[in-house]
């Protein structure tokens, strides 16, 4: 299959592209890049064949019509959007224009090269925050109604919705995946697991907001690439699948086990644990994520494989054996500490 990946150079895109490429198909890369992109994901792969980059942003039309008329891609995998809830807080503008224009923008281009004459697939990528927040039981289901408490889950709310309705209105062949909080090796250093690595490696505070008994279900971002692929190859078109980790834990839990692996590499810092803060909250914190995956399990055959201690080690280890990743990203300047208190006049 020609793979058109929207998003290539983040996190979660690039781990879709390299897994790609691993399956033996053709990947375009498309990404503005803008700044938690990042090439170096890639790099692995961007001598291959298989693989083209093409730097443009979603929201350029004549653009992307230039890409779907050049490349002839079977499969669009989209999941270019602004993603860091502390961000859309402190400014939603660029998380309306990304995720909701961008995402309309997408679907017209892709709309016109499909034309209903070829064997196309549309899968929209999403996440679990579109649901709203649980109590201390249940778990989002692929029926569960929205309730977004955040500008960024609003505005992924809203692509979802604008995917689906393209395909009621258009017979646009559509799919969609609603997804757990991943991670794993090449995560943007300004979120939660890589923000208690490298403070921990540096002797820095740890924040952690309110009292960190937030829950969230954790994804290893490789089984998330393969069940990706997998939704998009093998998804019933009009469907929507939950791909989850099946790893709840709360954020202090998720904190001290960290700090305890950080304790065993890097004892000169230990107890790492002591560099906990406790900071206020931010506005809107959900409580608790956790995904029913069962359908994707009983119609695809997907599992997670990762379990979340297993994959907390690979994690640590790949920060510490990949510091000139890292390094780099801090240089360039555009990680930024916790926004979501700006809003609350803090």
């Known amino acids: 299959m020609k793979l058109l990946v929207t998003g290539g150079a983040g996190f979660i895109g690039s781990a879709v592209v390299r897994q790609a490429i691993a399956d033996g198909h053709e990947v375009v890369n498309l990404d503005c890049l803008t700044y938690a992109a990042n090439l170096p994901n890639v790099a692995s ?3 291959s064949p298989n693989y ?7 929201c350029d039309r004549p653009e992307l019509d230039r890409v779907f008329a050049e490349h ?3 499969i ?5 959007a602004e993603s860091h809830v502390d961000r859309s807080i402190d400014g939603p503008a660029d998380f309306i224009e990304t995720n909701i224009v961008g995402t309309y923008t997408l679907l017209e281009a892709a709309r016109s090269y499909w034309a209903g004459t070829r064997d196309f697939r549309f899968h929209h990528i999403s996440t679990d925050e579109v649901f709203g927040t649980l109590g201390d039981t249940g778990l989002f289901t692929e029926t569960t109604p929205y309730d977004p408490n ?3 889950s609003a505005s992924k709310a809203s692509s979802d919705h604008l995917v689906r309705a393209w395909g009621e209105t258009y017979g646009l062949p559509v799919v969609l995946s609603n997804c757990s909080n991943n ?3 090449f995560h943007f250093p300004e979120k939660l697991i890589p923000v208690v690595i490298l403070n921990a490696l540096a002797g820095k505070k740890i924040p952690v907001y309110g009292e960190g008994k937030n829950v969230r279900d954790w994804l290893f971002v490789t089984d998330h690439a393969r069940a990706l692929l997998l939704v998009a190859q093998e998804g019933k078109l009009g469907e929507s699948y939950n791909i989850g980790g099946n790893a709840e834990a709360q954020n202090i839990e998720i904190v001290r086990k960290i700090c305890a692996l950080m304790d065993a590499r890097n004892p000169d810092n230990a107890p790492h644990a002591d560099l906990i803060e406790y900071v206020t909250d ?3 914190h959900d409580f608790r994520y956790a995904i029913d995956a069962s359908k994707i399990r009983a119609e695809l055959g997907w599992e997670p494989s990762v379990t979340l201690d297993e994959g907390l080690e690979a994690t640590v280890d790949w920060y510490l054996e990949n510091r000139p990743w890292w390094q780099s990203i801090q240089q360039r300047g555009h990680i930024q500490e916790r926004l979501g208190l700006k809003q609350a006049g803090q």
């Open 45 to 47: 792969v961007e001598d």
């Open 52 to 58: 083209a980059f093409e730097q443009v942003n979603i």
């Open 72 to 74: 002839q891609p079977d």
């Open 76 to 80: 669009v995998m989209h999941l270019a």
């Open 150 to 152: 955040s500008p960024y």
């Open 183 to 185: 991670y794993g090796p």
């Open 282 to 284: 931010r506005p809107g």
